[in-house]
């Protein structure tokens, strides 16, 4: 069963730094590529970034790039953002995801997280 | 950037309906176009991808059409515990992008 837990969440001031973290299980973390996607508070959703099987193809939206970095561990089965120069339009809770591809027929998340919420305040 | 919009933005109502929602490209995706559910306080849940492929373990009262630009998501008989949020996402092309969502209420 797959299951992925986000973690390092919390409360940060404007300018300053967080990194989260993803611990996945139940399936083979190095087959698949994984992304990060927020929701702000009375907001939609928000995909914010993802990552190839081997670390190699990394994509990022407008609103984050060149603050927040994606990166992965296949030995650890482990996900993370390191996410810098944060800002109140930030805030959010933060999910991992797997994404299913197969090409030509198929990419989605295919499985979530729970979540970890980060704020963002002077 | 595709833009993603739905409709409608909110609706009401009762077990048993059926409930239809739309989600719109702004440019061709072709099939790429997946469905989301999404309560509060729960991580979202995949029920159709690929336009019109029902994820495994979702119930067959969950379906989606459309290719191009325009799709829809069909409920075939609300059920309580479908009262969510529901989301389109295109994976067309970077950026993905999510529609506005859905909000299926209690009436």
């Known amino acids: 069963q797959v299951h992925l837990v986000e973690s390092g969440g919390g409360l940060v001031k404007t300018g300053g730094s967080l990194r989260l973290s993803c611990a996945a299980s139940g399936f083979t973390f190095s087959d698949y590529y994984m992304s990060w996607i927020r929701q702000a508070p009375g907001k939609g959703l928000e995909w914010i970034s993802y990552i190839d099987s081997s670390g190699n193809i990394i994509y990022y939206a407008d609103s984050v790039r060149g603050r927040f970095t994606i990166s992965r561990d296949n030995v650890n089965s482990s996900l993370s953002l390191q996410m810098n120069s944060l800002r109140a339009e930030d805030t959010a809770l933060y999910y991992c995801a797997k994404y299913d591809i197969l090409t030509g027929y198929y990419e989605y998340f295919d499985h979530w997280g729970q979540g970890t919420l980060v704020t963002v305040s002077s | ?107």
Request: aromatic share 12%; with cysteine.
């Open chain 2, 1 to 107: 950037d595709i833009q993603m919009t739905q409709s409608p933005s909110s609706l009401s109502a009762s077990v048993g309906d059926r409930v239809t929602i739309t989600c719109r490209a702004s440019r061709s995706i072709s099939f790429y176009l997946n469905w989301y559910q999404h309560k509060p306080g729960k991580a979202p849940k995949v029920l159709v991808y690929s336009a019109s492929s029902l994820q495994s373990g979702v119930p067959s009262r969950f379906s989606g059409s459309g290719s191009g630009t325009d799709f829809t998501l069909t409920i075939s008989s609300l059920q309580p515990e479908d009262f969510a949020t529901y989301y389109c996402q295109q994976s067309f092309s970077t950026p993905f992008t999510f529609g506005p969502g859905t909000r299926v209420d209690i009436k």
